[in-house]
């Protein structure tokens, strides 16, 4: 009787113990605090972002960098001008950049950069222009997405005055103005341009060698994503650094820009 009693009392004790340990797998396997995210993306932006399907190698990047730890993406779009102004007033959680604003009085936490727009200028190998000054465009006819002029006044507003300049919003556009030698150079993020040439070449258009030519350093730091949740913005490192250790990055990267 005694014996049994003892059985019986520690019965509990054991199952105490294994929910514990239970516990405290789940702990690390789950995330307390998962959350769905709302976050500002520029409009159809290829091929980084493409709003009718939520795809795009910068969704991409955040969706699968946030769901490391459990959190859902959920993307909204907005005219490039009004991102800063959606996470300023709440719209969204977050946003794909602040434009340059510095965000962190309206609650920004800054997460570390995911992707990069690299502007260059592109001309036609052929051409063999060389471009290290803003006096290298005189003479020069360039076309470039909109927004440019106000981004980079010192090369292109001379280029404006003479009359040279067009700001193009359809930027597959620049891709074949450039080869049919309408325009001298094109000033565009070079996977932005890698990518509707790309699309050319698929289509069977006949590309030219292009040169490309940096003519501002990049800066990492300007293209840092930020959330309004301290803990979802480090989650989004800690994601992000996986996706860079295991190749998967480079892999999104791949889909869209490889050939």
Aim: net charge positive.
């Amino acid at each position: 009787m005694g014996s049994g009693c003892r059985s019986f009392r520690a019965l509990p004790a054991a199952w105490v113990a294994f929910a514990a340990l239970l516990a405290n797998c789940l702990l690390f396997a789950v995330p307390l605090r998962a959350a769905e995210v709302s976050m500002a993306f520029g409009e159809k932006i290829p091929p980084f972002c493409f709003p009718t399907s939520d795809t795009g190698i910068e969704l991409e990047v955040m969706r699968e960098a946030l769901a490391f730890k459990g959190h859902q993406l959920k993307p909204r779009y907005f005219p490039f001008a009004r991102i800063p102004v959606a996470f300023r007033d709440g719209t969204v959680d977050a946003a794909m950049t602040d434009l340059g604003q510095d965000l962190s009085a309206a609650g920004a936490h800054y997460g570390a950069p995911a992707v990069t727009y690299d502007n260059v200028f592109i001309s036609l190998s052929r051409r063999q222009l060389k471009i290290l000054k803003p006096a290298d465009l005189n003479g020069l006819s360039v076309v470039s997405f909109v927004g440019a002029i106000k981004r980079y006044p010192e090369w292109l507003e001379p280029v404006r005055r003479a009359g040279r300049y067009v700001e193009i919003n359809d930027q597959s556009a620049q891709v074949k103005t450039l080869m049919l030698g309408r325009y001298d150079v094109v000033l565009s993020d070079r996977n932005i341009f890698k990518y509707f040439a790309l699309q050319l070449k698929r289509e069977g258009v006949a590309l030219q060698p292009v040169d490309e030519t940096s003519f501002v350093k990049l800066n990492p730091q300007d293209y840092r994503p930020l959330f309004r949740d301290a803990q979802v913005r480090d989650d989004f490192n800690q994601g992000l650094k996986q996706l860079k250790e295991s190749g998967r990055l480079q892999a999104i990267y791949d889909k869209y820009l490889k050939e």
